[in-house]
């Protein structure tokens, strides 16, 4: 059965520093997401990855996945108020068709 | 261009009471799929699809039937609302090759 675990599940942090979030899944996976939730709203798609290796950018975050640890990073640089939001990883297995799993979610906090 | 449409928004129920969460999307997308949302559990899968009369059961299922008779809607039924049930409800869609899911705007579930 596929696992998808977060950590940290909370975090706060002062503007400017850097910080990272991990995701591990238990299973073989062909693909990775990251999601971002603002309080009361609903999900807005931030990355995919799917090879090993793969590495996205978008502004302040950078994801990136290693398939053979079963490991994905969502890193924040130089962090701003703006980024705080949680963050979700996701995933599917493979074999077993678009069955898409969700981590429990990393609640970030941004002080000013 | 209205991506994912969920109905209603806000909904209370008593215990043992049906209902059904709607779910439209104009978007021509394969998979839709139906997530819970719990405070500190991240998205939980009830059901989803991967198209046209075909679905299966996510981690979740039990107390809720849903069906895909069009391309378009995956409606969610509540069998017999149960306070446990109490919720916001996410519908989701996406496509192959699509950089993950696109997701309505939720329902707010509560049942006393």
């Known amino acids: 059965e596929l696992k998808v675990e977060q950590n940290p599940l909370f975090l706060s942090m002062q503007e400017g520093k850097n910080y990272t979030i991990y995701c591990n899944y238990s299973t073989t996976s062909d693909r990775l997401y990251w999601y971002r939730q603002d309080p009361g709203k609903s999900l807005e798609s931030l990355f995919v990855l799917l090879s090993n290796g793969a590495v996205k950018q978008e502004g302040r975050l950078m994801a990136s996945l290693d398939t053979k640890a079963r490991l994905s990073t969502l890193h924040i640089t130089a962090a701003v108020h703006d980024l705080s939001a949680t963050y979700f990883c996701?995933?599917?297995?493979?074999?077993?068709?678009?069955?898409?799993?969700f981590g429990a979610g990393t609640r970030l906090f941004v002080k000013a | 261009n209205a991506g994912v449409t969920q109905t209603p928004k806000f909904q209370v129920l008593k215990t043992g009471q049906s209902m059904t969460l709607q779910c439209a999307q104009d978007m021509n997308h394969e998979y839709m799929s139906w997530y819970r949302q719990d405070p500190g559990m991240g998205l939980r899968l009830i059901h989803y699809s991967v198209g046209a009369g075909i679905t299966d059961q996510g981690e979740v299922p039990n107390g809720y039937n849903v069906s895909r008779s069009t391309t378009e809607d995956f409606p969610l039924r509540l069998l017999s609302a149960a306070p446990s049930q109490t919720s916001v409800y996410f519908c989701?869609?996406?496509?192959?090759?699509?950089?993950?899911?696109?997701f309505g705007s939720g329902t707010r579930l509560t049942v006393v």
């Open positions: 996701a995933t599917r297995v493979s074999a077993g068709g678009f069955k898409t799993i």
């Open positions: 989701a869609s996406t496509e192959q090759g699509a950089r993950g899911y696109t």
